[in-house]
């Protein structure tokens, strides 16, 4: 069975404090790693896939990397708009569904 | 470019009412639709996915059910709501399989 674990589950920032989130992973044959932010009562928003490890991917102030145990979320010099919940999802091969982690809540104070 | 819409986006229910959320897609064809429910402050559970009209894939036993009538429309409905089944649910597309999740903006639903 497929699992994703992020940690940690609440993280606070200062504005310009740089961290990483982490999605540690279990997956039968990885088809993609994914990458999502959901803002308070909205629905999650797609910000990157990953295929396969050493594979990196970057927007705007942040970079998500990948291993073959786990994925990072890089964020850099955050501002307060990247308050958000963050979401790790894994695909297997020959699956036509994703498995998600509980999420990380950033919280960045100014 | 593609769109997915899904409502209401609140309800409250009384317990043993029938449910019916409706969720479609606009500017694609034969995509992936998925039902996910949401617990507050927890990760996503997914109910149901489709690959295709008429084709559904359960994931939890409970006593909600899902149906595609159309390639771009999917429903989720139950007979008779529960107290435990209260939570944020969220339809989702995708391309197939590899591709990130389009969702909704999801709907609330409280039973009381």
């Known amino acids: 069975e497929d699992q994703v674990t992020q940690s940690p589950e609440a993280l606070r920032l200062q504005e310009g404090e740089s961290s990483s989130l982490n999605c540690s992973y279990t997956?039968?044959?990885?088809?993609?790693l994914f990458w999502y932010r959901q803002d308070p009562g909205k629905g999650p928003e797609f910000l990157f896939t990953?295929?396969?490890a050493g594979e990196e991917k970057e927007k705007e102030r942040l970079k998500a990397t990948l291993t073959k145990k786990e994925s990072f979320l890089h964020i850099t010099a955050p501002k307060p708009e990247d308050s958000a919940t963050y979401l790790c999802?894994?695909?297997?091969?020959?699956?036509?569904?994703?498995?998600f982690g509980d999420g990380t809540t950033l919280t960045v104070k100014p | 470019s593609q769109t997915i819409h899904q409502w209401p986006a609140t309800l409250v229910q009384p317990v043993g009412s029938p449910l019916s959320l409706e969720c479609t897609v606009e500017?694609?064809?034969?995509?992936?639709l998925y039902w996910y429910r949401q617990a507050a402050g927890r990760g996503l559970q997914l109910l149901f996915y489709?690959?295709?009209?008429?084709?559904i894939s359960s994931e939890v036993p409970q006593n909600l059910s899902a149906s595609r009538p159309q390639d771009r429309q999917f429903i989720l409905s139950s007979k008779k709501l529960l107290l435990s089944d209260s939570g944020f649910y969220l339809c989702?597309?995708?391309?197939?399989?590899?591709?990130?999740?389009?969702f909704g903006s999801g709907t609330r639903l409280t039973v009381v």
């Open positions: 997956v039968s044959g990885l088809r993609g």
């Open positions: 500017g694609t064809s034969n995509p992936n």
């Open positions: 990953l295929y396969s």
């Open positions: 989702a597309w995708s391309s197939g399989q590899g591709y990130g999740y389009t």
């Open positions: 999802a894994v695909q297997a091969f020959n699956a036509g569904k994703s498995t």
């Open positions: 489709s690959v295709g009209i008429g084709q």
